[in-house]
């Protein structure tokens, strides 16, 4: 179990993916309308590949901008009729600061 | 033979349609003049409470254009009052003091406003509701002023108040009687709309009378006779109308109530008819348009020597055109004991039915909360058919919940009215779209008259052309979901933002009660697109509801980086700009640059992070290759170089792509501009193309050179390029708030057709509004690369990737 801290939370905007790269690995926050703030790996899991962090926001799924797969950003699953994971990480916080935990 | 000449007083819905119905049955024998003292041509009165609940603008309520009244040789004088009729010298004077003779002459100035005869009923402020203008004053003021009283609860009255809710007026309706419309509705389904009227947000004080109306210059308030006051800002009237027969009585007609005629419609004097609101026929004065259609059928054929029957009078069936009320209303409403009814009430599911049956007939029906009966019972009210071998589960088909399957169009009769404002019935309707290959709801308007008035039949039309047709009916024209998170259609998105005056996505989605709440890829943007579209310069852009390329300003790629295409307008650059695209595809080293389809540069495979410096290093303007917009103007050299070019096409297509970059569109828009018939700019194919000719330039809309590929119609030819622009604007802002979100002009025109935009747009006055409109919209927008180099914010906020450092 590694903790690192990411950033702090009052520099998340809204519904817009950040990107952050830690250990060379891309790695997208978003923080929801309800305020929640969860990672996911800026890779869609199509097969031609394609980044997540410009995707639309709805609830708890982004929408992957590249092919339209809907996904969780609770536990990383494309929703069907389409299949596929997206690796997801877990996310801690203490106040304003953002760890991602892996 | 010299024609006959007729003249009309009053440019109103009777009267006009009375004129109609001649002119379908002898075209050529009269010479017609017409005089409305309005400066509209024939609108459709009815549609005011939309306008005023602000569906609907004025043009669009327009039945009778300009160009009808030109087409069909009548003289119009609008803002022209008839102030006497001479009837010795067979002529009609107007207040400008013009003589006109007639042959025959048709009195249809219908009916204005009651004004209670109160003390300062003069005031500023105070208002009948029959025209566009008192419309007009009613918007206005509402921008202003916070509260309406409305007195009478009535049709009218109600209809009025839903729309000054819809203003964001506070609203009062006073009523002088203990129910609301108590003339079309019993007590029982009286409370039931005065509960649902309640709960929509509209104050009723009951058993009031208004006794003067306060306030100095400007109304203030009200007063009632047991002396209690009221605060107001503005006062409209509803009690009632009465019937225009000045200039009637004042030259010498026989008036009672209103201009009394006989069963031709004839008055008491020798060639004079009246038709509409303003005439009485058998001590009866109709105050809806389907009795005076049918009087208006009468005296039509009998001008045009036809044999005819005569009018006997009407019976007519009401209901209120405020939206979550359904109710309908005929004949009797209240029982004797003489009567026997029937009553259904469901308290749970807010339905409430009664029919009347006296002698075995059914003589009054009154609907509250499903009106599917409705037609059928109204049909056995006026055959009067014998319900005695029926039971009252026959006679109540759709029983007390709504269930039932009468309004199933296949089980309807063919002699059952479909459209009871113009009288029309299901057997006309159908034999129309078998002899006619009727295949939309307009046809069957154009047509039958059908649903030409106050629209409520217009989903039963829907559901005949679908049976009729079966799988031939345009399946687009029927209703499809906006998405999977509402059960709404676009044009029902629509009307509810304009209706319930929605500004924002997630207000939309909150109000309109979308399943998955902050909606998904197919409604953000297209809801963002139409609240663009309606709130013109008011609406703030939601960045985060639009898709990739559009949030980010350049085109994705697949793996992750972007193509950057600037602006060459016309396709027209310059040594120094293409050193600087050189400049910045070393600098960047920049994987790809291309020419693209579009006759400009492209710098393919730009990160993410480089976005806003290679913007800013290239200082050029974004060309918007992402866009659902104006894409390009692809130009042919022309006239300045080519030796058959016969006009300036570069001008022309760097100037189209200056005035309309930028602005949101239903889809991509291309434009293409070449010099002669040859067509090296591929105008053939463009959304819009413009090929220029000798002396002028010919438009051709709705090409497309993409998957489904379509070669553009003619749309006209015209002398100059002023011209081919206003043209477009309208062409453009026409496709912009009628097509669906993601409908290419192509598609689009194949779904309406093109003669429909064609007849749309052959109006100059509403080719000047929607220019108007864009003109409007067009200004809000901000060139977005110089926006996101000024920006820090938006920087960040979309085009940052940060590098963590990792503590080992
Ligand atoms: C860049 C360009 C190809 C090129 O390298 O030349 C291009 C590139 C793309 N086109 Fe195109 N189209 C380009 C000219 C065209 C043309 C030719 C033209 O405009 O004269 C057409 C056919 C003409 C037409 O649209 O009527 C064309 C018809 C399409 C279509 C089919 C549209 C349709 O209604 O059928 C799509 C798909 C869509 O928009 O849904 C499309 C979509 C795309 C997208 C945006 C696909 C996407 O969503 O990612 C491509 C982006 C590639 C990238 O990585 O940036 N592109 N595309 C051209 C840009 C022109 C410009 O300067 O703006
Ligand atoms: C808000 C509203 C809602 C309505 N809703 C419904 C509904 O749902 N269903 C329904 O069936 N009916 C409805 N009606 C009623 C319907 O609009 C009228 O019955 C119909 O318009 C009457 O037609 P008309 O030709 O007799 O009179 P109008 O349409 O009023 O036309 C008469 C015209 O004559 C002009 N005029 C008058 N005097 C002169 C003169 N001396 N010289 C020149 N011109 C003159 C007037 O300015 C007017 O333009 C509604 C009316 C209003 C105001
Ligand atoms: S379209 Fe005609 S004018 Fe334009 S370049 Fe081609 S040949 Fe010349
Ligand atoms: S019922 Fe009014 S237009 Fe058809």
């Given at each position: 179990m590694k903790k690192t801290l990411v950033t702090e939370y009052q520099s998340l905007p809204e519904r817009v993916g950040q990107v952050f790269r830690v250990d060379g690995v891309e790695i997208v926050l978003f923080r929801l309308s309800n305020g929640e703030v969860r990672a996911i790996e800026n890779r869609s899991p199509h097969p031609k590949g394609g980044t997540l962090s410009e995707g639309l926001v709805s609830g708890e799924f982004v929408y992957c901008p590249v092919y339209d797969l809907k996904i969780s950003l609770t536990d990383g699953k494309v929703q069907a009729p389409d299949e596929g994971q997206v690796k997801i990480f877990s996310v801690e916080r203490d106040n304003d600061q953002v760890f991602i935990v892996k | 033979m010299s024609k006959k000449k007729l003249v009309m007083i009053g440019n109103g819905m009777a009267g006009v349609r009375t004129i109609e119905d001649m002119l379908k049955i002898a075209p050529e024998a009269f010479e017609i003049t017409i005089f409305g003292?309005?400066?509209?041509?024939?609108?459709?009165?009815?549609q005011l409470s939309t306008v005023l609940q602000g569906d609907t603008t004025v043009e669009d309520i327009i039945m009778n254009s300009w160009e009808w009244y030109r087409d069909h040789d009548i003289q119009l004088f609008t803002n022209e009052a008839i102030v006497k009729i001479d009837s010795e010298a067979k002529q009609v004077i107007s207040d400008k003091g013009r003589k006109v003779e007639y042959d025959e002459l048709i009195i249809a100035t219908g009916s204005s406003s009651f004004i209670l005869?109160?003390?300062?009923?003069?005031?500023?402020?105070v208002t009948g509701f029959r025209d566009i203008q008192d419309c007009e004053m009613m918007i206005k003021t509402a921008k202003e002023y916070k509260r309406a009283a409305v007195i009478g609860g009535g049709l009218l009255g109600l209809e009025a108040a839903r729309g000054l809710l819809n203003l964001g007026m506070e609203v009062d309706v006073i009523h002088l009687m203990p129910h609301l419309m108590e003339r079309q509705l019993d007590p029982t389904a009286s409370n039931m709309l005065k509960e649902e009227l309640e709960a929509q947000g509209m104050n009723f004080i009951m058993e009031k009378q208004t006794t003067e109306i306060l306030g100095d210059e400007r109304v203030t308030g009200l007063r009632f006779s047991d002396g209690k006051e009221i605060a107001a800002d503005l006062v409209v009237m509803a009690v009632g109308i009465r019937p225009n027969v000045q200039v009637a009585s004042e030259s010498g007609i026989y008036v009672n109530r209103g201009i009394v005629v006989d069963d031709y419609m004839q008055t008491s004097m020798p060639n004079v008819y009246a038709v509409g609101e303003c005439a009485e026929h058998r001590e009866m004065v109709y105050g809806l348009v389907a009795p005076l259609y049918e009087q208006g059928k009468v005296l039509a054929t009998k001008l045009c020597g036809v044999e005819t029957k005569p009018y006997e009078g009407s019976i007519v069936g009401t209901g209120l055109k405020v939206s979550g009320v359904d109710l309908f209303s005929a004949g009797e409403i209240n029982d004797d004991p003489k009567t026997k009814s029937i009553k259904v009430h469901n308290e749970f599911d807010g339905v409430y039915k009664k029919v009347i049956i006296r002698d075995n007939k059914i003589s009054g029906i009154v609907l509250y909360g499903d009106t599917k009966d409705s037609s059928r019972l109204f049909r056995m009210l006026l055959k009067k058919e014998?319900?005695?071998?029926?039971?009252s589960v026959s006679i109540l088909e759709s029983g007390c919940c709504g269930g039932g399957e009468s309004s199933d169009v296949a089980t309807m009769a063919a002699d059952e009215i479909v459209c009871g404002c113009n009288g029309v019935t299901k057997g006309t309707i159908v034999e129309a779209i078998q002899t006619k290959d009727l295949t939309s709801v307009e046809e069957v308007g154009s047509c039958t008259n059908a649903g030409r008035s106050c629209g409520r039949c217009k989903s039963l039309i829907s559901d005949i052309l679908a049976h009729a047709l079966g799988d031939k009916y345009d399946v687009a024209a029927k209703k499809t979901a906006l998405c999977g998170c509402t059960t709404l259609s676009r044009d029902e998105v629509v009307a509810e933002i304009k209706q319930k005056g929605l500004t924002s996505v997630k207000e939309v989605m909150n109000v309109l009660g979308w399943k998955q709440e902050e909606g998904c890829t197919k409604c953000r943007p297209a809801l963002n697109y139409y609240l663009g579209m309606i709130l013109q310069d008011q609406y703030k852009d939601d960045r985060d509801s639009r898709l990739v390329n559009e949030k980010m300003h350049a085109n994705i790629q697949k793996d992750g980086t972007y193509s950057v295409i600037p602006r060459m307008y016309g396709g027209v650059t310059s040594a120094q700009d293409l050193k600087k695209i050189a400049e910045v595809a070393e600098k960047y080293d920049v994987p790809l640059v291309k020419l693209t389809g579009g006759q400009r540069i492209g710098l393919y495979g730009v990160s993410k992070e480089d976005l806003p410096s290679v913007w800013e290093d290239l200082g050029m303007q974004s060309g918007y290759a992402y866009g659902k917009t104006l894409r390009t103007v692809k130009t042919c050299v022309g006239a300045k170089f080519c030796r058959y070019g016969t006009q300036d096409s570069m001008g022309l297509g760097i100037e189209l792509e200056k005035k309309f970059e930028r602005l949101d569109t239903p889809h991509k828009v291309k434009m293409g501009v070449s010099a002669c018939p040859r067509n090296c700019a591929e105008s053939g194919i463009k959304d819009f193309g413009v090929v220029g000719i000798d002396g002028g330039w010919e438009l051709y809309v709705a090409g497309n050179g993409g998957t489904d590929l379509r070669a553009g119609d003619l749309f006209a030819t015209v002398k100059t390029k002023d011209e081919v622009i206003e043209l477009i604007g309208a062409f453009l802002q026409y496709y912009r708030e009628n097509a669906n979100y993601l409908e290419r002009t192509s598609t689009w025109v194949e779904r309406v057709g093109l003669d429909h935009v064609k007849e749309v747009l052959a109006d100059e006055q509403t080719r000047k509004a929607l220019n108007d409109r864009l003109d409007k919209t067009l200004?809000?927008?901000?060139?977005p690369w110089s926006e996101t180099i000024e920006n820090k914010e938006i920087k960040d906020k979309y085009y940052q990737k940060r590098d963590v450092p990792v503590l080992v």
């Open positions: - | 003292n309005e400066p509209h041509p024939n609108y459709n009165r009815i005869p109160i003390p300062g009923a003069d005031k500023k402020g014998d319900v005695s071998g029926m039971t200004e809000k927008y901000n060139e």
